[in-house]
């Protein structure tokens, strides 16, 4: 299994233009997680989905953060328009959920994509 | 909101030693308790995993000790090596289905040689 997918990489973009980031999720995994890394803030949840339907995106920050999953293999994470303060490492997981605890819920972490807002 | 509340933020030991790494969570309604290893420019994979129903899981060099009545969870690695330098996570899940983990902070481990 190729694991979790994310493209581009790397990216770096000028304040204000559009960014979007890609995930390919490990398939069969019904659950996709899309989190931000900062120095700061350390790892953030920004948004989750269970059988492509958003189930909490509370993690968001604000109205220029959209994400959507089309389909099980795909989902992005767009921000528009883009801030210096969203410059961070932004990383894409799946799993297979289940109730409770144990192996089904072993997020696995896509190589993150690092992004630089100018 | 619920929290886990990991220390230290960063943890300096030397080869062969003893690093210990703490978690705190408030809710009680969590029913797994992984940890996570991440390597500089990777993405963060899980190292173990405890449920609550034990007090203590090992894995080779790794343990994680879990005190339910104090709400705590630990993570030891013994001998620590070089190669365990590296940034660890501590999470919890509640345990209600379609829920996602919560993770700490983080604690940024060195060990020197």
């Known amino acids: 299994d190729a694991g979790v997918i994310q493209s581009p990489r790397h990216e770096v973009t000028e304040m204000g233009q559009e960014v979007t980031l890609r995930c390919k999720p490990i398939?069969?995994?019904?659950?996709l997680f899309w989190y931000r890394q900062t120095m700061m803030r350390g790892l953030e949840l920004l948004i989750y989905?269970?059988?492509?339907?958003?189930?909490?995106d509370s993690g968001m920050p604000e109205d220029r953060f959209s994400a959507k999953m089309p389909n099980a293999s795909f989902s992005t994470l767009k921000i528009q328009p883009s801030e210096p303060r969203d410059s961070a490492v932004y990383f894409c997981?799946?799993?297979?959920?289940?109730?409770?605890?144990?192996?089904?819920?072993?997020?696995?972490f896509g190589p993150g994509t690092r992004l630089t807002v100018l | 909101q619920q929290q886990v509340k990991q220390s230290p933020q960063s943890l300096i030991v030397q080869k062969g030693g003893i690093s210990i790494i703490n978690c705190a969570y408030e809710n009680t309604a969590f029913d797994y308790f992984p940890w996570y290893q991440q390597f500089p420019g990777k993405g963060p994979a899980l190292l173990i995993a405890?449920?609550?129903?034990?007090s203590e899981k090992k894995e080779g060099r790794f343990t994680i000790s879990f005190n339910k009545s104090a709400k705590q969870f630990s993570l030891h690695i013994m001998d620590s090596q070089p190669g365990d330098s590296a940034t660890y996570f501590c999470a919890a899940k509640p345990n209600q289905a379609g829920t996602a983990l919560i993770f700490g902070k983080g604690t940024t481990l060195s060990v020197s040689s």
């Open positions: 997981a799946s799993s297979l959920a289940g109730s409770g605890g144990g192996r089904y819920n072993e997020q696995f």
């Open positions: 989905f269970n059988n492509n339907v958003p189930i909490d």
């Open positions: 405890i449920r609550p129903d034990v």
């Open positions: 398939s069969g995994h019904n659950s």
